[in-house]
């Protein structure tokens, strides 16, 4: 099983369940974007992408481009949030995003 290599915006991410560490920052304001790639870095296309609200609330759900690119509306300043990515034959990455 591959393991996803997050990169982008969002703060410091957590290692995936492979123990695999990756980065994101929010820097665009209003957006949490970024790129998934693979352990040799190849861009992972069609990758389930959600943001959720620590402790609940509506989610924001992408799949990423053929890049491995995503995009996601921030909905709240002054939250944190869970960025989650799935897709088959890949350990599930997760992490925790501050805005």
Known sequence: MGRFRLGG???RVAALLVCAAATARAQVP???EGRVT????????????RLSPVGGGDSRVTRTAADGR???AFPAAGARFSL???RLGYAP??????R
Do not use: I, K
């Open 70 to 72: 995503y995009r996601l």
């Open 84 to 86: 989650w990515v799935e």
């Open 9 to 11: 915006s969002a703060g």
């Open 38 to 49: 693979g352990p040799s870095g190849e861009p992972v296309p069609s990758a389930l992408v």
């Open 93 to 98: 990455a997760n992490a925790v995003v501050d």
């Open 30 to 32: 209003g957006a949490v």
